[in-house]
């Protein structure tokens, strides 16, 4: 059994930053692909960002020059460093992993981004 657990969420004001965790733990032989989604109240969860295991990124229009994925290989840790927040980067955060060829969420930390 695998487990996604994501941290850093919070409130913060417009055009302030954030960093968020996502660490794997339990019986894990290979992660492939991380990334991070967000759903926000009554919309649809959109992909935010993604990181292959060689560190190839992918990141949605919005989000473009202001996101930031990483990874830590040996930590089992992807991460989400956020700059120059907006209202509308309000959201739940989702961590994603292929991990063990299946499929994994974490549980998910909200982010407000408001004065």
């Known amino acids: 059994q695998v487990q996604l657990v994501e941290s850093g969420g919070g409130l913060v004001q417009p055009g302030g930053s954030l960093r968020l965790s996502c660490a794997a733990s339990?019986?894990?032989?290979?992660?492939?692909?991380m990334g991070w989604y967000r759903q926000a109240p009554g919309k649809e969860r959109e992909l935010v960002a993604t990181?292959?295991?060689?560190?190839?990124?992918n990141y949605a229009d919005s989000v473009k020059g202001r996101f930031t994925i990483s990874r830590d290989n040996a930590k089992n840790t992807a991460y989400l460093q956020m700059n120059s927040l907006k209202p509308e980067d309000t959201a739940v955060y989702y961590c994603?992993?292929?991990?063990?060829?299946?499929?994994?969420w974490g549980q998910g930390t909200q982010v407000t981004v408001s004065s």
């Open positions: 994603n992993a292929w991990i063990n060829w299946e499929r994994s």
């Open positions: 990181i292959t295991s060689g560190g190839s990124t």
């Open positions: 339990g019986r894990i032989f290979s992660i492939n692909a």
